[in-house]
């Protein structure tokens, strides 16, 4: 399965426990796509580990962390007034919102193993 959006990070702890971190920014327009991919990721886990998502530390196989924020930028006009010796600025319109996901999937050597062929994670 190829993912567009998430592009996964990867670290170990001393134990084998692996984690997963991926963060993506999207328009209004990608947020279906965004969803629909993060939800792809997560039925396949549960499906092929169906003792998760729960703490590891509890007897899981794996557990996650989905967290999001929504956000608007107001690009700044800047200018130099050589008269006063001051930056001056003026805020302009804000732009389009930004939707941002980050997906955190913490898992059992073998689950980390899995999900790696699963998604083609390197």
Known sequence: MTLSYLDFDYSEDYEGVGTFDA???V??????ALQSEVAQ?????Q??????PAPLE???????D???SEETVAP??????AATGAIERRAGAPGAPRITLTLSISGSP??????????DLT
């Open 66 to 68: 989905l967290q999001g």
């Open 110 to 119: 073998s689950f980390c193993q899995a999900l790696r062929s699963a998604f």
């Open 58 to 64: 509890d007897g899981g196989d794996w557990d996650y």
């Open 76 to 81: 700044l006009a800047l200018q130099f007034n």
């Open 23 to 25: 963060m993506a920014s």
């Open 41 to 45: 990721v997560l039925t396949w886990c």
């Open 47 to 52: 499906q092929q580990f169906p003792q998760g």
């Open 27 to 32: 328009s209004p327009q990608q947020w279906p």
